[in-house]
T-cell receptor, first 111, second 109 residues
């Protein structure tokens, strides 16, 4: 059984497009996160949601917007994609502020 | 954002060797976590440490929570080819994990 899943695994799109990445967790966790991993493998927290409320919002462009329809899902919507948005995006979940469990990642390539 | 000091940045090792890596911080943490990331996959939790001075093992992996609560160590004994990957440390802050930049483990041919 997949604990944290993301779709799609790969996403290739052109500059200026709008795209979404979906994330679902079946662990019963109450907090979900989005991370961006750049080419140097740095993991940068972008957002987290606890009980459908945003509790962390790092200095990411407002073109990025997380949407959580329920506790098990946290989707990432990106408007007006730019070349610099190319990266691997990871979803993660945790029970409160305890250890986080990661999804397999979505490799986004903007051309 | 804040980042932990993780070293070494990369390691070339022979199969069978023992490996050590560490993370240090200027801040105190109540929890230290160690993750491993394989190519094309997400980070996987290896060991979680909750108490200063704690020493925890997971198979050939052993991690310690530094007594000052500002550092942590991960040791891998008798490395095997599947140990290659990137190892990340993370300290539990107030609302988020603070991450190290990773240690890349490479097996010498």
């Amino acid at each position: 059984d997949t604990a944290v899943s993301q779709t799609p695994k790969y996403l290739v799109t052109q500059m200026g497009n709008d795209k979404s990445i979906k994330c679902e967790q079946n662990l019963g966790h109450d907090t979900m996160y989005w991370y961006k991993q750049d080419s140097k493998k740095f993991l940068k927290i972008m957002f987290s949601y606890n009980n459908k409320e945003l509790i962390i919002n790092e200095t990411v462009p407002n073109r990025f917007s997380p949407k959580s329809p329920d506790k098990a899902h946290l989707n990432l919507h990106i408007n007006s994609l730019e070349l610099g948005d190319s990266a691997v995006y990871f979803c993660a979940s945790s029970r409160s502020s305890y250890e986080q469990y990661f999804g397999p990642g979505t490799r986004l390539t903007v051309t | 954002g804040q980042q932990l000091n993780q070293s070494p940045q990369s390691m070339f090792i022979q199969e069978g060797e023992d490996v050590s890596m560490n993370c240090t911080s200027s801040s105190i943490f109540n929890t230290w976590l160690w993750y491993k990331q394989d190519p094309g996959e997400g980070p996987v939790l290896l060991i979680a440490l909750y108490k200063a001075g704690e020493l925890t093992s997971n198979g050939r992996l052993t991690a310690q929570f530094g007594i000052t609560r500002k550092d942590s160590f991960l040791n891998i004994s008798a490395s095997i080819p599947s140990d290659v990957g990137i190892y990340f440390c993370a300290g539990q802050g107030n609302y988020q994990l603070i991450w190290g930049a990773g240690t890349k483990l490479i097996i010498k041919p």
